[in-house]
């Protein structure tokens, strides 16, 4: 784990702990030995900064940093909690971030210190505790599980990370090797044959006309056929292939290789797979274009694997989010409850009408951030896309924007594959998000252009733009400039795009406006 990775976690610890301190039975109180602790805890990670990059990498210090971290909780706990509590909560944390930094072998030794020092706190709280007790029996052995599938996981993503880091360095030597070679034709095919039916990718080539000509294992099996029945075959005729097609003929056409390209097919069971592709021109002996090459990837597991990380990302702001909701939803409860005695107490029509709108206002925002919340948290596994006309889309969110000037040009066609509510929330977001950054002279320009796998939409508006600092935050949840925002909106938004097989990205100058950029698959794609 980098250095400036472990430090940043450790601080993020060190501050749970201190604040877990803080509201213990004990409290945390000047010159008290949990003061002690948790200046020495906090002071560890300054003096560990200095420790220069290079020795981070050797297991004796990443060790001896964990292996800190497990004494001054327990110190901690010692201190300030006593065995009542569930303090102990702490260790897994630990435990986590030691695993993840560590393989097996480094996060076990962890483990085993965390559990003789929890051990020995409760024999010492309690010395008549049987071997049965539930504090006993079941967190000890969650302290190893915790640990031997934190380790797992972090080295499934390694081995993930370089395996797909080798495949495409191994596919643009591949790509050099076939150019070279094809001044003779008859040593390209012998040899081909060898390196593409070892290649672990799947590696299909076709002529001009749409047959294939070439095609190893991996491709037909990616592919759900075999070599026999595919090679030959015409790709136009085969049904689930359309997409792949298209790519390959714009390749011929264009004579432009791509690289690095998600695509959708179906195979022979009419399963939608997910596909990863990078493909080139095949020149003949005389230079003229004579087919296309294309390297596959199947990106299914890939993709189940992004799925779970983004879960885990979301899961990890449950306790921010509980709190937060807590002390912006009891606000609004607050002027309800308030405003309701009061409308009890009055027949003045005036003050009632005031009172309800206020009640209403109050349930309004109480409703508000409920839905944001929802949209946050919600795992989609499938987008219900339709044809969308983005233009159209976006013209209806602009109407009746009052005194803002909108413009609204590029490219004609402006046609997706998406779900309309979905994009309709991304777009008002970011447009009523320009709106309120603009104060004298408001103007929002729109603009669409088309590239090759990709529609555009350009936002750019004359605001007071955003700071450097804030750049950094913005796609955080529940970060917010706004006095009454929820925090949640571009990170909805950002969700939103990721979930159409998008991306978002924004430029911005303060005092110089900003400009967002919101990246879609074309219909074609």
């Not at 020995?120 to 049965?132: D, E, K, Q, Y």
């Not at 797909?164 to 094809?182: D, Q, S, V």
């Not at 592709?277 to 694997?305: E, T, Y």
């Not at 709190?323 to 409850?337: F, G, K, M």
Request: hydrophobic share 40%.
């Amino acid at each position: 784990m980098k250095k400036r990775i472990l430090l940043l976690l450790r601080f993020v610890l060190i501050l749970a702990t201190i604040v877990m301190m803080t509201y213990s039975k004990r409290g945390l109180h000047i010159a008290s030995p949990g003061y002690l602790v948790a200046l020495a805890y906090f002071i560890s990670n300054i003096i560990f900064y200095f420790i220069p990059e290079s020795k981070f990498s050797r297991p004796i210090i990443t060790f001896a940093i964990f292996l800190t971290d497990v004494v001054a909780i327990s110190l901690a706990i010692y201190f300030t909690q006593g065995m009542q509590t569930d303090f102990y909560l702490i260790y897994f944390l630990i435990i986590f971030i030691a695993s993840v930094g560590q393989d097996l072998r480094g996060s076990i030794p962890i483990a085993v210190v965390a559990s003789i020092l929890y051990g020995w706190l409760l024999l010492r709280a309690n010395p008549g505790i049987s071997i049965l007790d539930s504090a006993i029996l079941i967190r000890i052995p969650f302290i190893f599980i915790v640990s031997i599938i934190s380790s797992y996981w972090s080295t499934e993503i390694r081995r993930e990370l370089m395996e797909k880091k080798e495949l495409e360095n191994f596919a643009r030597r591949l790509e050099e090797e076939i150019a070279r070679m094809t001044a003779d034709e008859s040593d390209l095919k012998s040899y081909s044959n060898t390196v593409i039916n070892s290649v672990a990718s799947g590696v299909i080539a076709v002529g001009n006309d749409g047959v294939i000509t070439t095609i190893n294992p991996e491709a037909a099996r990616v592919l759900g056929s075999s070599q026999a029945e595919l090679t030959g075959k015409n790709i136009k005729d085969t049904p689930g292939l359309e997409a792949l097609w298209t790519k390959m003929q714009q390749v011929i056409d264009t004579k432009t290789p791509i690289e690095r390209l998600q695509i959708s097919i179906k195979d022979t069971s009419n399963n939608t797979l997910p596909i990863g592709l990078s493909a080139s021109p095949m020149s003949s002996s005389n230079s003229n274009i004579s087919g296309c090459v294309a390297i596959l990837r199947d990106l299914s597991d890939i993709k189940a694997l992004e799925e779970k990380l983004r879960h885990a990302e979301r899961l990890s702001y449950l306790g921010k989010m509980a709190s937060w909701v807590a002390h912006e939803i009891r606000n609004p409860l607050t002027a309800i409850d308030g405003f309701s005695q009061l409308l009890a107490k009055t027949r003045d029509q005036e003050k009632i009408q005031a009172f309800s709108v206020e009640i209403h206002r109050g349930t309004k925002r109480i409703n508000h951030i409920i839905d944001d919340i929802l949209t946050f948290a919600r795992t989609r596994t499938h987008i219900k896309a339709v044809d969308i006309d983005l233009r159209q889309l976006i013209t209806q969110i602009t109407e009746n924007l009052g005194n803002v000037r909108i413009f609204i040009n590029g490219d004609a066609n402006t046609a997706i594959k998406g779900e309309e509510e979905s994009l309709k929330s991304l777009f008002n977001n970011l447009i009523h998000n320009s709106i309120d950054a603009m104060d004298k002279d408001p103007v929002l320009t729109i603009k669409f252009y088309n590239t090759d796998q990709w529609l555009v939409t350009e936002l750019t508006d004359n605001g007071k733009g955003i700071s450097e600092e804030n750049m950094k935050k913005l796609f955080t949840p529940f970060f917010t400039t706004k006095s009454r925002g929820t925090g949640l909106g571009l990170a909805i938004v950002k969700k939103i795009a990721d979930d159409h097989g998008g991306r978002l990205e924004i430029e911005s100058e303060e005092g110089k406006g900003t400009t967002c950029r919101v990246y879609l698959p074309s219909e074609e794609k």
